[in-house]
């Protein structure tokens, strides 16, 4: 598939990549949140070669990264299967959820004992406390995506994130309730495709981490699943809000 410019009455499409940091190695089941020493797994490494393969033909103007270090160590791995210089900037925007100081280094298994707010975050995000409301993850993924569009109009360009931003994002950009964050679901190592034209969000595709592992070892023309034009119909596509 190839991302790069086009444009429709003079406003350029741009193509922003959102990705899920790859799987974590977690041998003790904990939720990791803003902890330190919780690098990428061995699966997680191959989900980020396998990301980055599927990234080539896109032609990335930058990737903007989350500065903890699972997505960090994504971005590198991405970065390798590109051509030499795309830059990697971390960007503050893109961190994990707030409400991840609460929950870190507490086993899944313990939460609703341990961490009775949980049950109110899923609820309603950012009704406790240390919590982000929807809007507020959204709005600050909205901005690290913003600075991507007017570095990289009629390009393309990865952002690296966690879970509860990126699909505060989406809810936010499907209109949908707060409590919808956890109902859709972006997997380590899936991302969203956004296509924008001008600072309009005009199309989003989930890919899937074994759609990406399988597009990556796809031959370019079937890679593309299309014409690659910006905007263009493709499997797996979620309509516009």
Avoid at 7 to 20: P, Q
């Amino acid at each position: 598939m190839v991302a790069v410019s086009s444009t429709e009455a003079g406003v350029a499409s741009t193509v922003c990549y959102l990705a899920r940091h790859c799987d974590v190695a977690n041998p003790q089941g904990v939720i990791y949140g803003h902890l330190p020493n919780f690098p990428l797994s061995e699966k997680g490494r191959e989900q980020a070669l396998a990301m980055g393969r599927y990234l080539v033909p896109a032609g990335l103007g930058a990737i903007y990264t989350s500065p903890l270090e699972r997505a960090r160590e994504t971005a590198q791995l991405v970065a390798g299967q590109l051509a030499p210089g795309v830059p990697i900037e971390v960007r503050p925007e893109l961190v994990e959820a707030e409400f991840g100081r609460y929950l870190q280094g507490t086993r899944h298994r313990d939460i609703v004992w341990r961490k009775p707010g949980w049950l109110v975050h899923m609820a309603w995000p950012g009704l406790l406390p240390g919590d982000e409301s929807l809007a507020t993850m959204a709005g600050r993924v909205s901005r690290a995506i913003a600075r991507g569009l007017s570095q990289h109009a009629g390009g393309s360009f990865l952002c690296i994130s966690h879970g509860d931003p990126i699909q505060a994002f989406w809810a936010w950009q499907d209109g949908r309730w707060p409590w919808a964050l956890h109902r859709l679901q972006c997997a380590k190592g899936g991302l969203l495709e956004l296509r924008y034209r001008g600072p309009e969000l005009v199309s989003k595709t989930y890919r899937a981490p074994a759609e990406l592992r399988s597009l990556a070892a796809a031959p370019p023309a079937a890679a593309g699943g299309g014409s690659g034009v910006p905007g263009s119909p493709r499997p797996g596509e979620l309509p516009s809000p």
